[in-house]
């Protein structure tokens, strides 16, 4: 069987840890999401994997990948749960005041009637009913969970004082922090301008205020976080 590999005795056992090699290391699986015109023409619904399907993060990636960008991410290995709350009736958060709130999704307190909704918006599984599979939805509620709540907007700020810290010597250098820091790869011509861009004009929304670059950097880095860039596998 091609899945299985030869052993010391020249007999052949199958092996789990053989098979995922063989997929990794396979043209397919390296392939990148970017499509190609002659792909396209040939065959737009990928039928025959010319291209790697786009595939977005799973719910805990999504929060775990926000918390390691910004380096809050805890990861130490075992211990207890971390405890979820209920602020209302259609909101459950990670209090960020609890002791290990930043560690990951993975350790969160499981409940079938509470589940935190940065994970419940991304597809999280319900523990209600059996699950054999996720879904993988695209939904509105995604993109004002990314906008308005307050992870979001706390990871943010937690990422504009790391590269404040990392590259304190101007815009562009901070600029491309950030982009290291979430994406792990540097920013194009085009799109270092248009964050230059952004944060000249941005500081006009907070006129008046002390700290409007400071905000004005935050506003940044959320978009970063928010963008399909970061969302998605390509």
């Known amino acids: 069987c091609e899945f299985a590999k030869p052993t010391q005795k020249g007999t052949k056992a199958w092996s789990i840890k053989h098979l995922h090699g063989l997929i990794m290391n396979s043209a397919i699986y390296r392939q990148a999401s970017l ?17 790697f399907p786009l595939r977005r993060l799973d719910a805990e990636a999504i929060r775990d990948a926000m918390l390691a960008a910004n380096g809050e991410l805890e990861l130490e290995e075992g211990g207890p749960y971390v405890a979820t709350k209920r602020l209302n009736p259609s909101e459950v958060v990670v209090d960020e005041k609890t002791a ?30 059996n ?3 996720r879904d993988t939805t695209t939904s509105p509620l995604q993109s ?4 308005n709540s307050e992870f979001t907007h706390a990871r943010a700020r937690a990422l504009a004082a790391r590269i404040k810290h990392d590259a304190d010597d101007g815009p562009d250098a901070r600029i491309t922090r950030a982009f290291q820091c ?20 941005q500081p006009v929304k907070y006129a ?27």
């Open 35 to 51: 499509p190609r015109a002659d792909g396209r023409r040939a065959d737009a619904d990928n039928r025959l994997l010319w291209r």
């Open 100 to 129: 290990g709130a930043r560690r990951r999704s993975v350790y969160l307190q499981q409940r079938r009637t509470q589940i935190p909704n940065v994970l419940k918006v991304f597809d999280a599984p319900s523990i209600v009913f």
């Open 208 to 234: 008046g205020q002390t700290d409007a670059n400071q905000k004005s950097w935050a506003d940044f880095c959320q978009m970063l976080l928010a963008s399909n860039a970061f969302l998605y596998v390509e």
């Open 144 to 147: 004002l969970n990314l906008l």
């Open 182 to 201: 979430v994406f792990g790869r540097l920013p194009s011509d085009e799109e270092q301008a248009a964050a230059r861009a952004f944060l000249k004009e």
């Open 131 to 133: 699950c054999t599979r």
